[in-house]
């Protein structure tokens, strides 16, 4: 999985459980990008001049203090999440997926799901000023890919702009990245549509965790949830194919409803 742009901020809840692994790097792009101005994180991020303010004061007030972190699957707001229903978990699933479930970051690298995390803005495709790297990938250069095992499969439901930071530092016939798609309700044909695709990334990586799913390559296939139904003949060993001729996961998100 990977990040999301909004965040909510830390608020009463769950502890987290655990810290980044990668927290002494993050604390170096903060200190970077404290250095920029809110006309250069304008331009870096390619954001409005009220979201580059927005974010300098995010930044400003970023912490690693305890009571300034939240788990972070519980902080990012998005589609991807809305699928997930961390909140939903009870301890058996918690445990379960801190130990196999990993978040792409483009501050923190590679979260655990209950890791404590502080808000920010920092999107994998974003450039970096001069002085840092030339851009998150290098400044990730194998260090996130080197925070997987070395061995067993990698299910990948990160958007391409994450699974970047992984998949060339990887063996590629490790890696199974299910495709989502949607009967085209003109056309009768399947066709990717973003936030349904997004939505069932989330229900499918909760999916592998509820089910303690861990024969990927057989048990994959079962996976049958708002709609979703595996598709041999779009199918390829590492690259299963789901289609939902009715989406049915309109209620999981806010721009559905």
């Known amino acids: 999985m990977h990040s999301s742009k909004t965040m909510r901020p830390p608020a009463s809840g769950p502890a987290p459980t655990g810290t980044p692994v990668l927290l002494d790097r993050a604390e170096e792009l903060v200190a970077h990008v404290r250095t920029l101005s809110h006309e250069q994180l304008a331009r ?23 009571d300034q972190q939240a788990p972070a699957a519980g902080s990012f707001v998005g589609d991807i999440y809305s699928g997930l229903r961390v909140d939903s978990f009870d301890p058996a699933d918690r445990a379960y997926a801190d130990a196999h479930l990993r978040i792409l970051s483009g501050l923190y690298g590679i979260l655990r799901p209950f890791d404590g995390i502080s808000p920010y803005r920092l999107e994998m495709g974003h450039r970096l000023a001069p002085g840092v790297a030339k851009n998150l990938y290098q400044f990730w250069g194998t260090a996130i890919a080197e925070q997987l095992p070395g061995s067993g499969r990698i299910v990948n439901l990160a958007a391409n702009e994450y699974s970047r930071t992984v998949l060339p530092h990887v063996d590629p016939d490790r890696v199974v990245t299910p495709t989502f798609l949607t009967v085209d309700p003109a056309s009768k ?31 994959i296939r079962e996976f049958a949830d708002i709609g979703y139904r595996y598709d041999e003949s779009l199918s390829s060993p590492n690259e299963p194919a789901f289609v939902c001729r009715e989406f049915g996961g309109k209620g999981l998100s806010v721009r559905l409803t």
């Open 189 to 219: 044909r399947p066709k990717f549509v973003v936030v349904h695709a997004k939505i069932a990334r989330g229900c499918f990586a909760r999916w592998l965790v509820t089910e303690r799913v861990t024969d990927t390559a057989a048990a």
């Open 44 to 66: 870096v991020m390619a954001v409005s001049a009220d979201l580059a303010a927005k974010t300098g004061r995010q930044y400003a007030a970023w912490s690693t203090a305890a």
